[in-house]
T-cell receptor
Framework: SQELEQSPQSLIVQEGKNLTINCTSSKTLYGLYWYKQKYGEGLIFLMMLQKGGEEKSHEKITAKLDEKKQQSSLHITASQPSHAGIYLCGADKGTGNQFYFGTGTSLTVIP | ETGVTQSPTHLIKTRGQQVTLRCSSQSGHNTVSWYQQALGQGPQFIFQYYREEENGRGNFPPRFSGLQFPNYSSELNVNALELDDSALYLC?????????????FGPGTRLTVL
């Protein structure tokens, strides 16, 4: 079973609309990472959250980690076609050196 | 500063063959991790190398093996290829041991097994 669940699986929005992607873990997260992937390409690092309640923003993208460190949300304000792609949350297991990803959310922005 | 590069970009093999994929780390990074990403799925952690030693492994069979060289570049070798090995293989480099350092990903190698 997936340790990181993302929702929704896919999202189609009109340009200019706001949207939110969620990432939920059954275990406490030691570090939560958000990446963006263009179809069939490598991953681009967006943000890392470590502390409960932490919130970070970059341009029109804001990510939050809840107080219990088991859920994160990624919010895009006034979406643009350049935001289209697959958004992946990732986390490390806290012990050892393994890193795991959610299943991803595919975002399409219609001009 | 040179980013992470991977070669080849695309590869087609048949079942039972062996394949070697290559990754060049970002300058100054001593840790490389490899991931397998099947179509429509998130990347799955294969293993990590730190200073030429395997430093963590995911749930992959021994026919997936790797190497890291003194210049921190890396290879992923897969023996006895199976159809399910068809995927995008990603490598990521980071500055230190462990998974918490920010990882920089290469563009990936698309492997097709026929």
């Amino acid at each position: 079973s997936q340790e990181l669940e993302q929702s929704p699986q896919s999202l189609i929005v009109q340009e200019g609309k706001n949207l939110t992607i969620n990432c939920t873990s059954s275990k406490t997260l030691y570090g939560l990472y958000w990446y963006k992937q263009k179809y069939g390409e490598g991953l681009i690092f967006l943000m890392m959250l470590q502390k409960g309640g932490e919130e970070k923003s970059h341009e029109k993208i804001t990510a939050k980690l809840d107080e219990k460190k088991q859920q994160s949300s990624l919010h895009i304000t006034a979406s643009q076609p350049s935001h289209a792609g697959i958004y992946l949350c990732g986390a490390d297991k806290g012990t050892g050196n393994q890193f795991y990803f959610g299943t991803g959310t595919s975002l399409t922005v219609i001009p | 500063e040179t980013g992470v590069t991977q070669s080849p970009t695309h590869l087609i093999k048949t079942r039972g063959q062996q394949v070697t994929l290559r990754c060049s780390s970002q300058s100054g990074h001593n840790t490389v991790s490899w991931y397998q990403q099947a179509l429509g799925q998130g990347p799955q952690f294969i293993f990590q190398y730190y200073r030429e030693e395997e430093n963590g492994r995911g749930n992959f069979p021994p026919r997936f093996s790797g190497l890291q060289f003194p210049n921190y570049s890396s290879e992923l070798n897969v023996n006895a290829l199976e159809l399910d090995d068809s995927a995008l293989y990603l490598c990521a480099s980071s500055g230190g041991q462990g998974a918490r350092n920010e990882q920089f990903f290469g563009p990936g190698t698309r492997l097709t097994v026929l």
